[in-house]
Each structure stands twice: as structure tokens, then as C-alpha cells.
């Protein structure tokens, strides 16, 4: 089992820049891969990006290519999401999410362990 606490959410101007980080409990966090989901309200949470359990590879969804990227960092049980170019549609709660399915997919049911998740805020 993982547990897992995300942070660096907050308030950004539209454009602006924020990194989130996802910590990792347990010894075996390199086994996850490991994804980024969001939820505004009223809506369905959805894919973001994933990592492979090396971190060799990656995935977004279209919305965030070239302006979002996933990366990980298995010596500190981290995976990172650094967000350019902000808009305030993507305002939202961020979760990340490890997989127990090898590889991860960009379907949430593919994810067992979730974090609280950290509110991303884009101002207009």
C-alpha cells in the first residue's frame, strides 16, 4: 500500500506557472505508475498526464501537451507536474494517483491509491 500528499497548489494568474508535488509513503514507489488527474466542480475527474515506473515515459492528455510535464524522482518517492500557461479552465482539484496496474492507463479506475488532492486556482 501507498499513501500519498500532494502539494504547491494555490492561486496563479491565467498564464502563470505552478509546480505540484506528489510524496509517497513506502518503499515501493518505484512499482507505481503513476498518473495526474483533476476535478473542477461538477464535472468528472479526468486525465491529466502519467508516468511509467522509471519514468522513461510519459503521456498527457491534449489539453496539456507541450505546456504541462510529468516527471518523478524514485530516490525521494516523488512525481512532479510542473503546469505553464495556466488557464482558468483548468481551475480544479489535483490528484495524483498510483496505479497497481502495469502500466498505468488515463482511466481513474485503473488508480487504487489517491491523494487528498491540492486546489488549483486560475485567475482570469
Known amino acids: 500500500q501507498v499513501q500519498l500528499v500532494e502539494s504547491g497548489g494555490g492561486l496563479v494568474q491565467a498564464e502563470g506557472s505552478l509546480r505540484l508535488s506528489c510524496a509517497a509513503s513506502g518503499r515501493t514507489f518505484s512499482s507505481y505508475p503513476m498518473g495526474w488527474f483533476r476535478q473542477a466542480p461538477g464535472k468528472e475527474r479526468e486525465f491529466v498526464s502519467r508516468i511509467n515506473r522509471s519514468g522513461s515515459n510519459t503521456y498527457y492528455a491534449d489539453s496539456v501537451k507541450a505546456r504541462f510535464t510529468i516527471s518523478r524522482d524514485n530516490t525521494k518517492n516523488t512525481v512532479y507536474l510542473q503546469m505553464n500557461s495556466l488557464k482558468p479552465e483548468e481551475t480544479a482539484v489535483y490528484y495524483c494517483?498510483?496505479?497497481?496496474?502495469?502500466?498505468?492507463?488515463?482511466?481513474?479506475?485503473?488508480?487504487?491509491?489517491w491523494g487528498q488532492g491540492t486546489q488549483v486556482t486560475v485567475s482570469s
Open positions: 494517483a498510483a496505479s497497481k496496474i502495469v502500466p498505468g492507463g488515463s482511466n481513474p479506475r485503473s488508480y487504487a491509491y
